[in-house]
């Protein structure tokens, strides 16, 4: 199984240094970096790939909040916050947990078993059969089920899940789009905050929406330039 690769943004050492302790318990994350905020973090995001941030809410130049708003394809997050009032917008941001300072190792193995079902069972390179095609494995109904990635028509966010849309069926499965995302070869594209596509699926499309099939799935507003770029 490949590493998770893990960043901490909090601008109090102490607080780094708890998780960072902690973390050393889970032998799957890989911490990349500790960073006092959201600014230096993205110099470290532009140089490796990032599965996981432990994200503090009140920093300083820009909030942990306002910091997911910029990412274009953001990694799975956990914040890490004294404040109890974020926690409604955090979820509407379909972050992975949020947890509370001072952070008890108790609650903390709640948040990295969340995120630890996924990665034994999703996070892994793509493999190739002996015809070579593309695959992934997905958890679904107690089974880690083959996923053909040139069946896939396009990928759905259900919050914590994924729906995954296949030609003659669908696979639901407990993982953040961000983190398929990431796996997934140049043949997607992420046209929303809750939506991947197959570009060699597409039937048709327009500035508001794409069509595969008779399905019409809308373009979110921060993605249409990507978009417009990737299919014009």
Known sequence: MNHLKCLIIDDEPLAQNVIE???KEFSFIELVAKCQ???????WMKKRRIDLIFLD??????SGIDFIKTLQNPPAIIFTTAYKEYAIESYELNVMDYLLKPISFERFVKAINKLGDQASEMIKPINGDAQNEV?????????NVKVLLKEILF??????YIKIHMQNKTIVTQLQISAIEQ??????????????????KI???TQHDVEIGKHQIPIGRSYKMIVS???S
Not at 57 to 62: Q, V
Not at 135 to 143: L, M
Request: net charge positive; aromatic share 12%.
């Open 155 to 160: 990928i759905e966010s259900l919050k914590d």
């Open 21 to 23: 302790n902690y973390l």
């Open 203 to 205: 039937t048709a499309y």
């Open 135 to 143: 695959f992934i494995y997905v958890k679904s109904d107690k089974k």
């Open 229 to 231: 770029k990737n299919l």
């Open 37 to 43: 905020n959201a600014l230096n973090a993205l110099e």
């Open 57 to 62: 809410i009140s920093m300083p130049f820009i």
């Open 183 to 200: 796996r997934l070869p140049d043949g997607f594209l992420r046209i929303h905050r809750s939506f991947i596509v197959a570009k060699d």
